[in-house]
Every structure is written in structure tokens, then in C-alpha cells.
């Protein structure tokens, strides 16, 4: 969406329409000569910008249009906040903008001083975030630099109320107010460190040779267009529309008197011409405080109508300086060709996944391997890698003995066929196959404390997400098969984190543990969880030392298939205990197949003499048997023997998830010491 269309689209309906931007919004009254006009008595005061905002109530957003069309417009009456409907006993009156805006105070006129607010009921807020939808609202109280509270200041004079602050930027502002029913607000002002300027800028059309019709209109953008005059030919049609048909031998045009504003991107005003030969934007702030502008192309001359210097002369005191466009033709980014030649780019190969608003992302190379990129949203900075995950894997017959493949893990993996889900979805599938043994991964992003339905306004961009990862491993051959899937952590000791495979020579600043179902990495005295994996009761989980690598390894009969699941952090978290091997059991429920519906603790289970069965869901294979063993030894004082088998899933869901498995353990009788 083209910014400045939107805004002058705003900004212009809402003008036209009577909407609260000319009295709400303050541009009657004070600030000009008389009410409802823009005048050049303005020049030298500070801009409204609330002007170039939209009147928004965030608590009673329902109540929009009815503030927009509001009848106390044109001197007929104030805000009442009694013909507003409000959900509860607050109300909030404010301004957004599409981009942010400097401010350092607001001006709230209310109809009289009994209709103002009791103090200590109203608070003004601004939105303190990255992006209209990715932040919060703040207190102006709550501002702090460098650790010193900012503060605000509050000047009542009758029934005018000025909150003085220092410079925020910010794209919305709002008044909020507790149990005031009886307020009625007559304008909404808004003011940063933008002052108006008043000139006469001279625009000069029809010199094209190729007799074109000039008709056309003016628009501007963080401005005011107080007068439009026309020249030679030129006639108008409406207050920034005319009609103009040059012969060649004398310019047409217009001569604009503007209010306009000089400042950082957005505080400054642009002019823009619309016409049937030609389409432009230009400053008016360069054209009046320093040289004219020639657009050469479409023969336009734009000048302060007080300077005595016509295009010619311009052309043969300037002829000799390079325009910009001129300038910047010879650079080799301004064709393709050149561009290809002369950029040396650090180019990406990676396919991205993530979560929309979110500082953290996930890059899937085309081998496979997976690098994490992340960095702190709140001062703009770009992501960058921050370390990856490298696979590898392996099978051979679990009948007879093969030569083991082992030796070459991690040093160069084959680019794998890899697509987006349905062909679009941010959701990559990739696929690889060993002598008939078939892995297909599917990497999807969502975050930690994902929740339905997300409410972006309430993401500040830094929340963790996830890269989920789903495997399917199939053996395809006649006979068993033992598949082994490597996972290798990997951290640039020196310099960046490479895109590609692990460079040669290079060292790894993390060294790899397992614990639990977790992967575990270590860079001097710090510890951090990586990656955790899910085995759904099946397969065995092993470091290998030689690689500083954990190993996941199952046997597969033929046509058999396993999935498992792989969960990666956006940023490389504290460690903590492995997630399910320290999970408490003493709440979880164990079932006695002869007393059908009961439940009992574990310890209730010492005393029977019949063969006991445990059913505990979702949690790895090792990590129960570890426990069950433990549990029989020292609370039974018994020799245990036991046999193990995992169920079919408990229930089908839809992809991507986890499916839940049940392990169940019997024990034998107890047997004395």
C-alpha cells in the first residue's frame, strides 16, 4: 500500500466528509484566523498532526463511526460522552497514524469546566512498540531515560487541558478515562516539534513537444493547499483541479500557496501532480528554501514564485551539475545485468519458516540442516544466525554385517528434494532415501504459548517460538533394517555462523550432551537446551562421542515405519532439566486391571502380591522403565521382572502433531531379599 495515498485518502475524506478532523481535531479556533480555515497566520506555529491521523476509540471500537460522524461538527456541538455506548465505566479518545510521529504534547478542549474530568481519573497513554500491532499501551508516567523517570505535566487553563511531555515517537496516543460520563471533549490536539511555513511554489507545465493535455490535479501529503492560480492557458476547474491544453510556445501550470512543514521523513509535506501527460511527487520545502527542481523527462520547471530565474537561465547556471538521476545511472545496481556482475552479496539458500511478527526464524538448507537466526526487535536490528542444527543418517541390515558408513557423517550431505506444503504453505517437507530406507521431514514454526485466536497487538515480537519437526522413517527393503538419525549442534567458534555446510578447519564452540530426551550444550560454564526430542516409545537415544553428535537409532522390520518429533528453540534456552525424566509422578494416575475404576498411587501398589500394571502416556520409554525400576527396588525391595509393549496411538490428529503412546510395564510378585 502506497503510504501517502493512504494518508492524504485519510486525511482529504475526512475533510470533505465534516468529519472530526477539522473541529475535533482541533484546526478551527485557536489555529486559525477563523473557524474551520487554514490560514497563513498559522506560519511560525507548531502543526496538528493530529490532522493527518484518524479518530480512534480503542475500548468502544464499535463506537468509531459514530465519532467520525459525530453532529458536533462545524460549531454545532461537543463530544458527549453520554451518546456513546461504553461497554464498561471506561472511555478512550485518541489518535493512530499509519507511520510514527515525534510528539511532546496533547491538548484536550472539553465544552466548559464542569464537563472537564476530575483529576486523577484521566491518563494519557501512547502506544510503546515496533509496529502499529506489535507493541502496548504505556502510561506516559511510566517513561523512563536511562533509568530516569520522565514524567508529564499538566497545565489546566479553564477548560483547555495541556499535557506537557518529552519527545515520543509513537503512531498512537490516547486519553482514557474512569467513570466521567459527564465529560464532553470540543478538540483533540496533538503537537510535536513541526511548525508551519508558508509559500508559493510555481509550477510550470507544457513544454513537452508532443502536444499533450496537461489536465490534472494537486494533492499533498503533511500539508495544506491554501490557494491554487493558474497560468497562461491553464484554467480551473475546482479549488486543485484544472484543465490545460499548452501550444508549446508559452508554459501552462499553476502557482500553489501551501502550507507546509520541513523535518525528518515523515514531518515533511509533499506535493504531488496528477495529469494526463505526466505523474510526479516533489518537496515543496527544496523548491522554496533551496534551488528549483527541473524534471528534464517531462519538461516541468518548479520554482518559488518569488525568484526571478526562469528555466533557461537555471539550466545554464546549473547545466554543468549532475542531476540525481544522472548521478546515480552509471552505479552497476541500476541494471540487472550489472548488478549480477558487480554486487557480492552473501546470497541465502535457505528456505525460511517462522511466525508472522516474530524475531525469531528458522532457514531450512538444502541439505537439511537447520539454522536458527534471531535478535532483539525493540531497536530495529536484523536478524542474524545464531547457530544450527546439522543431520545426518545411516542404515544397514540388522541380519548381516555391512561396512559402516559412520566415518562420513556431517562432511558433506547430498541436497535433498524439498517442497512447500501444497506448494505455498510455510510448512517445508524434505525428503531423502538410503538404500531403500525412506526419511521424509516435515518443519513447520508456531510459538511457545501459542493460543487461538492470536491477537497480534498483544505480541511484542520477542515471544519464543519453535521449529516443530516431524520424521518418518519407512524401510522399504525385504529385510530389517537399523536406521540411525545424527543430530549435530553447531556453534562458529570464530566468526558468523555459516549458511552452508560445516566449514573445513572450523572449531565448535559448543561441546554436546544428552540428558532425558534433551539435547544439551555447553560453552564454557554456561548450559543450554537446543533441541528436545519426542521418540514416541520407540528406538534409543546415544551420544556419539566421535562427532559431538547425539545418535537416535531403531530397528524397522520391512515396510515398517516410525515417526518421531523434534523440537528446536528460536534462541538457545537456559537449561533445565530434561523435560520428561523430571516430570512428577506423584499425581499421575495408575490403573489396576482387577479393581476397574480406581485409581492408586504407586506406593499403594507394594503391598499386592498379583501382577500390577502401570499406564503412564506421552512420556519416553527409558525415562519410565528408569523410573518403574527405581520405584519397585526401593519401595518394594523386590527383584523385578518385567516386559515391556507400546500401544497403537491413542488418537489419529491432524498433521502436523504429536501422537501419544502408552508404555505398559508388569511386575512380578514380590519376591523377599
Not at 241 to 265: C, E, F, H, Q
Not at 516 to 538: F, K, P
Request: neutral net charge.
Amino acid at each position: 500500500m502506497n503510504r501517502r495515498h493512504f494518508l492524504y485518502g485519510c486525511t482529504s475524506a475526512a475533510l470533505a466528509n465534516n468529519h472530526w478532523s477539522l473541529t475535533a481535531f482541533g484546526l478551527g479556533g485557536s489555529q486559525a484566523g477563523k473557524p474551520g480555515n487554514l490560514d497563513e497566520s498559522l506560519a511560525g506555529q507548531p502543526v496538528n498532526l493530529a490532522l493527518f491521523g484518524e479518530l480512534q476509540s480503542w475500548l468502544n471500537p464499535s463506537q468509531v463511526r459514530l465519532l467520525q460522524d459525530h453532529p458536533g461538527q462545524n460549531s454545532s456541538g461537543p463530544l458527549r460522552l453520554t451518546d456513546i455506548l461504553s461497554k464498561d465505566s471506561e472511555f478512550d479518545l485518541g489518535v493512530a497514524w499509519p507511520e510514527f510521529r515525534t510528539i511532546h504534547r496533547l491538548v484536550v478542549r472539553f465544552a466548559a469546566k464542569d464537563k472537564c474530568p476530575q483529576r486523577g481519573r484521566q491518563f494519557v497513554e501512547f502506544w510503546d512498540g515496533i509496529s502499529p500491532l506489535q507493541g502496548r499501551w504505556k502510561l506516559l508516567e511510566e517513561e523512563t531515560n536511562l533509568g530516569i523517570p520522565q514524567g508529564i505535566s499538566l497545565e489546566v487553563d479553564g477548560r483547555i487541558w495541556t499535557f506537557n511531555f518529552s519527545d515520543q515517537r509513537t503512531c498512537k496516543i490516547r486519553l482514557r478515562l474512569q467513570n466521567e460520563r459527564q465529560v464532553e471533549v470540543e478538540s483533540f490536539e496533538v503537537y510535536g516539534p513541526s511548525k508551519w511555513k508558508v509559500g508559493e511554489v510555481r509550477i510550470e507545465l507544457g513544454r513537452l513537444k508532443q502536444q499533450k493535455s496537461y489536465d490534472g490535479s494537486f494533492s499533498i501529503y503533511n500539508g495544506a493547499l491554501l490557494e491554487l492560480q493558474p497560468i497562461g492557458d491553464t484554467q480551473l476547474t475546482e479549488p486543485s483541479t484544472w484543465t490545460a491544453s499548452p501550444n508549446g510556445r508559452m508554459p501552462s501550470g499553476v502557482i500553489a500557496k501551501l502550507l507546509y512543514t520541513s523535518g525528518m521523513d515523515v514531518d515533511r509535506t509533499i506535493a504531488t501532480i496528477r495529469s494526463n501527460a505526466c505523474d510526479f511527487s516533489f518537496l515543496p520545502g527544496e523548491a522554496l528554501e533551496h534551488r528549483p527542481i527541473d524534471i528534464a523527462e517531462f519538461e516541468v520547471y518548479i520554482r518559488s514564485s518569488s525568484l526571478n530565474l526562469d528555466r533557461a537561465a537555471y539550466r545554464m547556471k546549473y547545466g554543468q551539475s549532475a542531476r540525481i538521476i544522472n548521478a546515480v545511472s552509471p552505479h552497476p545496481e541500476q541494471t540487472l545485468e550489472k548488478a549480477y556482475q558487480a554486487i557480492r552479496a552473501r546470497r541465502v539458500t535457505l528456505a525460511f519458516v517462522g511466525v508472522d511478527s516474530n524475531s525469531h526464524k528458522f532457514g531450512i538448507a538444502p541439505d537439511g540442516h537447520v539454522v536458527v537466526g534471531n535478535n532483539d526487535p525493540s531497536n530495529g536490528r536484523q536478524m542474524v544466525p545464531k547457530f544450527s542444527i546439522y543431520f545426518a543418517s545411516t542404515e544397514e541390515s540388522t541380519l548381516f554385517q555391512e561396512p559402516s558408513t559412520a566415518a562420513d557423517l556431517f562432511k558433506k550431505e547430498d541436497e535433498k528434494l524439498q517442497q512447500l506444503e501444497e506448494g505455498w504453505l510455510p510448512m517445508v517437507t524434505t525428503k531423502w532415501s538410503r538404500n531403500e530406507v525412506s526419511f521424509e521431514r516435515l518443519d513447520y514454526a508456531t510459538l511457545q504459548k501459542a493460543f487461538e485466536p492470536m491477537d497480534e497487538a498483544t505480541l511484542l515480537g520477542n515471544e519464543l517460538a519453535l521449529l516443530i519437526s516431524r520424521l518418518i522413517i519407512r524401510n522399504n527393503s525385504p529385510v530389517p533394517k537399523t536406521i540411525s538419525y545424527y543430530l549435530k549442534p553447531w556453534n562458529q567458534q570464530t566468526g558468523r555462523v555459516d549458511y552452508g555446510a560445516i566449514p573445513a578447519n572450523s572449531t565448535n564452540a559448543w561441546m554436546t550432551a544428552l540428558q532425558g530426551d534433551s539435547i544439551i550444550v555447553t560453552e564454557g560454564e554456561n548450559e543450554y537446551t537446543v533441541c528436545t526430542i519426542d521418540l514416541h516409545g520407540r528406538g534409543l537415544l546415544a551420544m556419539e562421542a566421535t562427532e559431538n553428535a547425539v545418535r537416535y537409532s531403531v530397528e524397522l522390520n520391512p515396510g515398517e515405519e516410525h515417526t518421531l518429533h523434534t523440537t528446536i528453540p528460536g534462541r538457545a534456552s537456559p537449561k533445565r532439566n530434561a523435560r520428561n525424566s523430571t516430570i512428577s509422578l506423584t499425581n499421575r494416575r495408575v490403573t489396576q486391571p482387577s479393581d476397574t475404576g480406581r485409581t492408586a498411587s504407586p506406593k499403594a501398589c507394594k503391598s499386592r502380591s498379583q501382577t500390577s500394571e502401570f499406564r503412564i502416556s506421552t512420556m519416553p520409554l527409558c525415562s519410565i522403565l528408569c523410573w518403574c525400576l527405581r520405584k519397585m527396588r526401593n519401595a518394594r525391595n523386590t527383584t523385578p521382572t518385567w516386559r515391556c509393549s507400546i500401544t497403537e496411538p491413542l488418537e489419529a490428529r491432524a498433521v502436523p502433531s504429536s501422537r501419544a503412546s502408552t508404555c505398559v510395564v508388569y511386575t512380578g510378585a514380590p519376591k523377599v531379599a
